[in-house]
């Protein structure tokens, strides 16, 4: 059945929000249909109704956002004003009222859309800072990985730099370990190798050409008063010399395997 002309520009005039007594009083007993039966009617038509409107809605908000996006990209941070954006809504037929609160909303938008550019910046800075080194691209990816997010936990919790004595024990424990596979892919026999810390990759003794002990670590032993001593009388322990990671940023794992096998970095004298 279908609802009179009168009754279907009722339920549209109301945007199909009837309260119940409202739907009771539509009702057409020269229809002769049941009230019941056309009440339901009013009912599904209101539904309808409220259903475009959402669909409406949604279909403005899209093309609203879609709108807003373009407006941001043309402003620039000096312009991102509260007032600079109100000139924007000015001619729209929203109140003021309203057109201050959408304002306001966008500008809180483009201040976060500014903070999360602001921090890619520095995240782009801070890996930088670990992964030009020439050592770096021979990391193995999964400690490179973990590196990589350890820099973005630092760098999302505030820390500028996005340096920490963690993240750099990290980066020397990552070429401490590309170095230990380029010695054995080159046949460089290894020693002895100590167990990992905490905080430290741990340190790794390989036979040089000479046949002596090299040490190679990415931290400095303790200075204990029998080392001091044992030093004082020309006994360096197990090893006849000793590289600790310090220019890690500077050298390539090639850099260390020369070092390691002839005492001297590549370029520097004999």
Request: zero cysteines.
């Amino acid at each position: 059945m279908k609802l009179t002309l009168s009754q279907l520009m009722a339920v549209g005039k109301s945007h199909g929000f009837l309260t119940k007594k409202q739907r009771g009083a539509l009702y057409d007993p020269s229809t002769g249909v049941a009230q019941n039966e056309q009440i339901g009617e009013i009912n599904n038509e209101s539904s309808r109704i409220i259903d475009l409107r959402k669909r409406r809605d949604e279909e403005k908000r899209e093309k609203d956002a879609i709108l807003l996006r373009k407006e941001r990209r043309d402003y620039s941070k000096k312009q991102g004003t509260l007032s600079d954006l109100l000139d924007v809504y000015k001619n729209t037929p929203a109140s003021y009222e309203q057109a201050y609160f959408s304002a306001h909303r966008k500008k809180d938008f483009t201040e976060n859309e500014m903070k999360d550019e602001e921090n890619k910046k520095k995240l782009s800075k801070n890996m930088e800072h670990y992964f030009s080194s020439p050592s770096a691209p021979d990391w193995h990816k999964s400690l490179s990985d973990k590196l990589k997010n350890e820099i973005e936990f630092e760098t999302a919790m505030g820390n500028k730099s996005g340096r920490s004595h963690q993240t750099e024990a990290m980066a020397k424990a990552a070429t401490l370990e590309a170095i230990r596979r380029k010695a054995k892919s080159e046949g460089i026999e290894s020693d002895y190798q100590s167990a990992k810390s905490s905080h430290a990759g741990g340190s790794h003794y390989f036979k040089n050409d000479s046949g002596g002990i090299v040490r190679v670590s990415d931290h400095e032993l303790p200075e204990t008063n029998e080392r001091l001593h044992n030093r004082s009388m020309g006994l360096n322990g197990r090893w006849n010399d000793e590289i600790v990671l310090h220019d890690w940023k500077e050298k390539s794992i090639p850099d260390y395997i020369h070092r390691i096998k002839t005492g001297n970095f590549p370029g520097e004298k004999e």
